[in-house]
């Protein structure tokens, strides 16, 4: 990693830490979920950086992927736990960095994640595998009466690669891949009142383009044109310009193009929290670009 690339992920690192702060503190009862995506992603663009995915903003028992539909009502209640999971981007080095709110009681949850996090960057140097990174944060999680979510894990980034390897496993094992210096990787604890398994439910909002190929269909070749500046990185339905886009996407989708990316959930009534930082593995430990 030269110091251009350096510098351009840790000031997408700065603006995503910037961002989150200032976003968490417009969650509040009685406010839209749509308001705070819009203005969270116009304080990315005002910083002069490039929103990597749209805004994650998960309730209660979704832990992921969920973010507003066009028009969406929905607002935030008394007692929901709120994920907000954001990506700030420059040039395509990438920021991903995550908290939680709660509008509730439910503190000692989100203590859980983030100790979990902060247990397992303590860890990071090279020569660490990622089995021993699962282990912290389960051991966390854990200690304080949760299960972590089994199916999701941390992730490797690249230049405008959002999840690649390593996968940084929630649960504990051992053995994996060794870190190694100049990775960059998302540490991303969940904690969770349910089962420790999220699965797909039928809200898709988010989506990403994963091969180029003709299409006849005049829609999805105009949402193919819109999205071609994300470089595959992830979009939402809400930010297409294509009027009536609904068929084309379903077409798209079907025909392997795109893919979508359904809410991710543990059993209805259960609460799950995150936290998430990115960071660059260094020769004696680690520099975290979201702090």
Known sequence: MNEEIFDRYMQAGKTAADVLNKGATLIKP??????????????????GCFVAFPVNISLNEAAAHDTP??????????????????????????????????????????????????????LVRPGVTIG????????????????????????????????????????????????????????????????????????????SQRIWRPVRMPAARK?????????GLPFARRQLKTQKPDLAMTRLVREGVIHAYPVLADIVGSYVSQSEHTLIVTSEGCIVTTA
């Open 132 to 207: 021993e990174l699962g282990t912290a944060v389960a051991k966390e999680i854990e200690l304080r009466g949760f299960r972590p979510v089994a199916n999701l894990t941390g992730h490797g980034l690249d230049k405008y690669q959002l999840h690649m390897g390593p996968n940084v496993p929630n649960v504990a094992g051992s053995g994996g891949i060794p870190l190694t210096e100049g990775m960059v990787i998302a540490i991303e604890p969940f904690a969770t009142t349910g089962t420790g398994f999220v699965s797909d439910q039928k809200r898709v909002e988010i989506y």
């Open 69 to 122: 539909s066009p028009g969406d009502e929905r607002v935030f209640t008394q007692g929901d736990m709120v994920k907000l999971d954001l990506g700030v981007h420059l040039d395509g080095y990438i920021a991903d960095t995550a908290k939680t709110i709660d509008l509730g009681d439910q503190g000692l949850l989100i203590e859980a994640s983030v100790t979990a996090r902060n247990a397992a960057i303590e």
């Open 30 to 47: 009685g406010v839209l979920l749509a308001e705070v995506a819009d203005i969270v992603e116009e304080m990315i663009r005002e910083a």
């Open 223 to 231: 949402i193919l044109s819109e999205i071609q500046e994300r470089n």
